[in-house]
């Protein structure tokens, strides 16, 4: 049963309220509800905080979601999709034209709003769904950090670290420009395989990047701590040739 409502995903960057677009600002004021993840329903999350910089605070609704489970597809990941889900359906049902979802980063890179649209379209084939890109985590590194992401012919891979070292070492062997996401519980492992490619000395990190604890240093300075989950590795491609070597 369709509820005729719109369901919007909107990017709101890596943490800095200057980094959210001007769209992404008017979308989610026009929508009748803002939705925000979090991990508990008494904690403010990631999100919440820029989106509080833009929107009043009693269209603003938490969900709490299983943003830091480290068993894939768990039933606690699974249960927080569908309640989530409810959620925006219920606000439809009030006779809510529009709803926001605020995600870090961009809603169609490792955002939890594809889950929730999935979920949401599966409950009522009916409903709308928009996309607002964000500002990324590589592309915030890469600019304060003074790194290139890519220039010329070069490829750009951008993998979870979550998938396994191996993918990355995999990655690092290529001629590509290399980003992690979410490397902060393998940082001593990440670190390895990048000094092993040889990358080491050019290689940069980032971790809670837009907040007051933001950390930007390179790599070969990891003394081999853990990082927040939601930490970002940029390993550039090599460029020996010069300028212009690569077109």
């Known amino acids: 049963m369709g509820t005729g409502g719109r369901l919007v995903g909107v990017g709101v960057g890596p943490g800095d309220p200057e980094l959210v677009t001007v769209k992404a600002v008017r979308r989610m004021r026009e929508a009748d509800t803002v939705i925000v993840p979090v991990l508990a329903g008494d904690e403010p999350g990631r999100a919440e905080a820029t989106v509080r910089a833009h929107v009043d605070d009693a269209r603003i609704e938490r969900a709490v979601f299983a943003l830091n489970d480290r068993e894939g597809l768990s039933p606690r990941r ?33 955002s939890t709003f594809t889950y929730l649209a999935q979920t949401v379209c599966e409950m ?34 951008l993998l979870p670290a979550t998938g396994g070292v191996e993918r990355l070492r995999s990655a690092l062997d290529s001629d590509a420009t290399v980003v992690a996401y979410k490397f902060g519980r393998f940082a001593p492992q990440v670190a390895g395989a990048v000094r092993d490619s040889g990358r080491g000395e050019d290689s940069v990190y980032g971790a809670r990047l837009g907040l007051p604890d933001e950390e930007i240093a390179p790599l070969a300075g990891l003394d081999g701590s853990g990082l927040p989950y939601l930490s970002t590795l940029i390993a550039p491609a090599r460029r020996e040739a010069g300028r212009g070597g690569k077109l």
């Open 124 to 157: 009522a084939p009916g409903t709308e769904v928009e996309t607002i890109p964000g500002v990324t985590a590589m592309q915030d590194l890469a600019a304060r950090s003074g790194r290139v992401l890519a220039e010329g012919s070069e490829p750009l891979t």
């Open 78 to 110: 699974v249960r927080a999709w569908d309640e989530a889900a409810r959620t925006v359906l219920s606000r439809f049902e009030e006779g809510k034209a529009t709803v926001a979802f605020a995600t870090i980063g961009d809603p169609n890179v490792y």
